[in-house]
């Protein structure tokens, strides 16, 4: 990742706007520190076919579609950072968005619903409305206005786009965008690369969900699939590939683990196994993992 994203005011959790103080995997930071933050973060476009795009900034990968239909844009980061949004999409091609799709509700992926909202039709999975509607600090502009149960597809600029429910898995709410042509998959936070998962046991998150979705998403790849994760850089199936190994051989240990009766300190005395080890991260460290997998499986 970008090394100003590791100055952002983004992990993976329930926060919207400028809020950076809510969730325990924050550092507590006053606000003026974090727009110092924002301030400092730059909007990365990457290429990907003649018309899609990757967009890393602060917060969680935006995924674009450009071209004779006008503009899709997937997730949309924090609200302070939508004006650098635009201007980053006004270099690709001029307009604002016709639409977004949120691919859940965290406010490092729906901040600027607000402002894209005005003029964007805003879609996303039933439960994302319910949980940012349950916000009344948020404009009604911020709210999905198109939602969906299981499946809806998007044509547009001579693509289609499958965004697709799989069950609980980061939340209660996920949804992945697949090109119908396998050349693009748009993961979420369905996909953290190389780093150990931020799973919101608490929004309806499931820990064997999350494997279990991230298996299915697995099947409908081709091996030249470019996978957008919900954080880090542009992957590929082998690298969805080996985070699913993770998963797996993370469950399975703690699954042993808790068939033998260990408790949460002793588990965390003995840490996660040896090749996992370096996949802990600033907001999801090993000890947190293991919190994770205790809660979610025992």
Known sequence: MHSVIRLFVSPPGRFLRLSILCVPLCTSLNL????????KVEIKATQLTDTSYMFIGAGGNIGVSAGKDGILIIDDQFAPL??????????????????VINTHYHGDHTGGNGHFGQQATIMAHHNVLKRLAADNKLPASALPVITYDQHISVHFNGDTLQVMYLGPGHTDGDSIVLWDDKSLVHMGDLFFKDRFPYIDLDAGGSVGGYR?????????????????????????????????????ESIAWMQQQLQAGQSLTQIKAQGIPAPWKDWGWQFVSEERWIETLYQGLK
């Open 32 to 39: 003026h520190a974090a727009d110092d933050n924002f301030a």
């Open 82 to 99: 939508a004006d650098k949004i635009g201007r980053a999409l006004a270099k690709i091609q001029p307009g604002a968005p016709r639409y």
């Open 212 to 248: 279990d979705n991230v298996a299915q998403v697995l099947t409908l790849l081709n091996d030249t699939t470019q996978v957008i994760p919900g954080h880090g850089g542009l992957a590929t199936k082998a690298d969805l590939q080996r985070f699913k190994l993770m998963l797996d």
